[in-house]
């Protein structure tokens, strides 16, 4: 695999800042598949699984942001507590 040219990567990054701003406008990926398709047809396979991953950590970032971290909420029915173990380590000689 080469590395792209600075056209190739201004595609890409234009591909998907087009898919981005169709999932911020519209909010549901159903109608945004041509965008999707655009955008994976101009990057490489790692570079979308990267991009993906950077929007999902930027809007995760910004939900911590306006509400706080999230609190984990315990089941009702839950009877015995998840409890951790220590184990004490002995040496022999």
Same mark, same amino acid.
């Given at each position: 695999?080469? /590395?792209?040219? %600075?056209?190739? $990567? =201004?595609?890409? *990054?234009? =591909? $998907?800042?087009?898919? *981005? ?5 519209k909010g549901e990926e159903a109608q945004?598949?041509? /965008? $999707? $398709? ?6 490489? =396979?790692? *570079? &979308? %699984? +990267? /991009?993906d991953r950077k929007r999902n950590y930027? @809007?995760?970032?910004?939900? #911590?942001?306006?509400?706080? @971290?999230?609190?984990? @909420?315990k089941p009702k029915s839950a009877v /015995?507590?998840?409890?951790? @173990?220590? +184990?004490? #380590? &002995?040496?022999?000689?």
């Amino acid at each position: 695999m080469s /590395f792209p040219t %600075k056209e190739e $990567r =201004a595609q890409c *990054w234009g =591909a $998907r800042d087009k898919y *981005w701003e169709c999932l911020d406008g519209k909010g549901e990926e159903a109608q945004c598949k041509e /965008f $999707r $398709r655009l955008y994976e047809k101009s990057c490489s =396979a790692q *570079w &979308v %699984k +990267h /991009f993906d991953r950077k929007r999902n950590y930027l @809007i995760y970032k910004e939900q #911590i942001e306006k509400h706080g @971290i999230p609190s984990k @909420i315990k089941p009702k029915s839950a009877v /015995f507590e998840p409890r951790r @173990i220590y +184990h004490k #380590i &002995v040496t022999v000689y």
